[in-house]
Nanobody, 125 residues
Framework: QVQLVESGGGLVQPGGSLRLSCAAS????????IGWFRQAPGKEREGVLC????????YYADSVKGRFTISRDNAKNTVCLQMNSLKFDDTGVYYC??????????????????WGQGTQVTVSS
């Protein structure tokens, strides 16, 4: 069964850090680009960042550039999202998604093939 499972979410104070993981089962992430999306309460889902399958090319939305880092661990079939200097606006449900192919797909939900169920990140004092 093909599955993506996010973990690592939680409650953190502004300025704090969290590390999210996206673990794949039923398929190999080696050939998939990975994107992270988030949805805040009452807001539309937005693409946050992505990493290609082939050469590790990354793209970061301006809102997270310099604070978030994505990395792949193909041996563990996992992708991680390191989030530093968290802000109130980073609150939301974070989803990972996998899109087959060598390039870097647009950071659009429908451009990906598999999606996880999400993990809640809450930034609050």
């Amino acid at each position: 069964q093909v599955q993506l499972v996010e973990s690592g979410g939680g409650l953190v104070q502004p300025g704090g850090s969290l590390r999210l993981s996206c673990a794949a089962s039923g398929f190999t992430l080696d050939y998939y680009a990975i994107g992270w999306f988030r949805q805040a309460p009452g807001k539309e889902r937005e693409g946050v960042l992505c990493i290609s399958s082939s050469d590790g090319t990354t793209y970061y939305a301006d809102s997270v550039k310099g604070r978030f880092t994505i990395s792949r661990d193909n041996a563990k079939n996992t992708v991680c999202l390191q989030m530093n200097s968290l802000k109130f606006d980073d609150t939301g449900v974070y989803y990972c998604a996998a899109g087959y192919g060598p390039g870097l797909p647009p950071l659009e939900w429908d451009e990906y093939d598999f999606w996880g169920q999400g993990t809640q990140v809450t930034v609050s004092s």
